[in-house]
């Protein structure tokens, strides 16, 4: 970690808490309240949840900004896990004594919707000394902080890579304490990376224009990035406001990656189809392509991959696929346009424009 960057950080923040003093404050009760709220969950209390109950106690989670209509979320999320199974889960990950690395890994195995970002928020509500959310805007602090190994992909956020954060957000802490900061345990550290570090880490990275390859290493990293780069795109259809799904069946004999689908009235609807490919032949993904453009809802199919298999697909789908309905979208890309979509819609709900009810 560099040190010189972390103790300037600490500094600033130091002097901005006695130049605004009001709204820092006010950050200081907003981190006793939702720890006073997710603590009043003991494990017998979160298993007799209601489903209002629950929309209450995920919904009040930062990870849920992005989403405006929260009740979809929630309804899906039960949906596709089963709400007892869903209930039990999140009492594991929380309560249970094993491992911490070890309930990671399972949870996020056996979930499905709940991702690093959410589940680290739980658990460091649930212990603030000992765990710090783990999501994008911590690792882009950290990168700044010049703290190496840093993940890039969801993949690559494991329950080892979380135990180290959470001890590098532990030294962080200890750093804050011998200043005349008051409240410095690693929900408090998640406001200072917020607050301080994360425009400093955002200002470096719009100078620098780092990229880094989607290449994949290994088999098994390849299947992450390529399941990785297909939730995004649900994500991002999602965020859309499309009816977005995975692992559709768009005509006899194609299973596509995702479909973004908008009604149209009484009259039908369009639908944009997309096959993403990380590595080996890219056959099965022309095939997939050519067979979708023959559902006539579909207004367009999309190739996503790296550069290099981009120019591939272009090739050998010509006269293959109307070039006219072929769109391609580099998988870097696609992260980087979640990215921006969360944030976005992140600042958008923070204005509470629209009711929840709506």
């Known amino acids: 970690m560099d040190k010189s960057k972390l103790n300037s950080a600490i500094k600033s ?43 209450e106690y995920i919904s009040r989670l930062w990870s849920m900004l992005i989403w405006g209509n929260k009740k979809y979320i929630v309804d899906k999320l039960i949906a596709d896990n089963g709400f007892e199974n869903l209930k039990n889960q999140l009492a594991k990950v929380i309560f249970s004594t094993l491992p911490l690395e070890q309930r990671w890994n399972t949870f996020l195995k056996s979930v499905k919707g709940m991702g690093p970002a959410t589940i680290s928020e739980l658990l460091m509500y649930s212990n603030p000394d000992e765990y710090v959310i783990f999501n994008k805007t911590t690792i882009n602090c950290f990168n700044y ?149 023959s559902n006539p809802a579909v207004q367009a199919v999309v190739a996503v991959a790296d550069e290099k298999q981009l120019a591939k697909i272009k090739k050998e789908s010509a006269g293959v696929i109307d070039e006219k309905a072929l769109r391609t979208w580099e998988s870097d890309d696609v992260l980087a346009v979640y990215d921006s979509l969360v944030r976005a819609h992140e600042s958008i709900n923070n204005l509470a424009l629209v009711p929840e009810s709506f």
């Open 145 to 293: 902080l010049n703290i190496p190994d840093m993940p890039k992909y969801n993949y690559q956020y494991t329950g080892k890579k979380y135990l180290e954060v959470c001890s590098i957000a532990k030294e962080i802490s200890n750093s804050l304490k011998t200043t005349s900061i008051k409240d410095y345990d690693l929900l408090a550290v998640d406001y200072f990376l917020w607050d301080e570090i994360l425009p400093l880490a955002e200002r470096k990275t719009s100078v620098d224009k780092i990229s880094v390859s989607t290449n994949p290493k290994t088999e098994i990293d390849s299947k992450s990035l390529h399941d990785e780069i297909k939730e995004k795109l649900v994500a991002i259809g999602e965020l859309l406001g499309f009816e977005s799904r995975s692992e559709v069946k768009i005509t006899t004999g194609a299973v596509v990656d995702a479909v973004w689908e908008a009604k149209i009235g009484n009259m039908g609807k369009a639908i944009y189809v997309f096959e993403v490919q990380s590595k080996g032949s890219i056959d099965s993904l022309i095939l997939n392509l050519r067979k979708a453009q």
């Open 13 to 55: 923040f130091t002097k901005n808490i006695k130049t605004n003093a009001k709204y820092y404050e006010d950050a200081w009760l907003e981190r006793v309240e939702r720890k006073a709220y997710y603590q009043s969950f003991t494990k017998d209390k979160l298993l007799s949840m209601t489903e209002d109950e629950f929309f």
